[in-house]
C-alpha cells in the first residue's frame, strides 16, 4: 500500500557525491520516520541515516560530516545528500519508511536499492 520509489545512485569518483531522493507514494496514514540503509557484498544491511517526522536525525559514525538527510513532509521525500564518497561507501542502498497506509497497520516499507558504486 505504501510504495518507495528511489533514484540518483550511480558511479561516482572518490571525492565526488551524490544525491539520493526517495518517494513515498500511496494511501498514507502518517508516515514516523525515513531513513537510508545500505548494504555491501558480503555484509549486513547497515543503517545509514534517518530522520524522524519532527526533524530529529541520526547518522551511521562512518557518514558523520559527509552526508546529510532531510525530508520534505508535504511531499513525503526523504533527501540523502553523500559528499566527499569513498569507496567503502559502495553498497547499494535502500530507503525505508516506518509508515502507516491507510486502513492498514503501522509497519515497515522499504524500497528496491539503488547502487552506489564510488571507484576510481
Known amino acids: 500500500q505504501v510504495q518507495l520509489v528511489e533514484s540518483g545512485g550511480g558511479l561516482v569518483q572518490p571525492g565526488g557525491s551524490l544525491r539520493l531522493s526517495c518517494a513515498a507514494s500511496?494511501?498514507?496514514?502518517?508516515?514516523?520516520?525515513m531513513g537510508w540503509y545500505r548494504q555491501a557484498p558480503g555484509k549486513e544491511r547497515e543503517l545509514v541515516a534517518s530522520?524522524?517526522?519532527?526533524?530529529?536525525?541520526n547518522y551511521a559514525d562512518s557518514v558523520k560530516g559527509r552526508f546529510t538527510i532531510s525530508r520534505d513532509n508535504p511531499k513525503n521525500t526523504v533527501y540523502l545528500q553523500m559528499n566527499s564518497l569513498k569507496p567503502e561507501d559502495t553498497a547499494v542502498y535502500y530507503c525505508?519508511?516506518?509508515?502507516?497506509?491507510?486502513?492498514?497497520?503501522?509497519?515497515?516499507?522499504w524500497g528496491q536499492g539503488t547502487q552506489v558504486t564510488v571507484s576510481s
Open positions: 525505508k519508511a516506518d509508515a502507516r497506509a491507510d486502513l492498514g497497520d503501522r509497519a515497515n516499507y
Open positions: 500511496g494511501v498514507i496514514f502518517s508516515i514516523n520516520s
Open positions: 530522520i524522524t517526522n519532527i526533524g530529529i536525525t
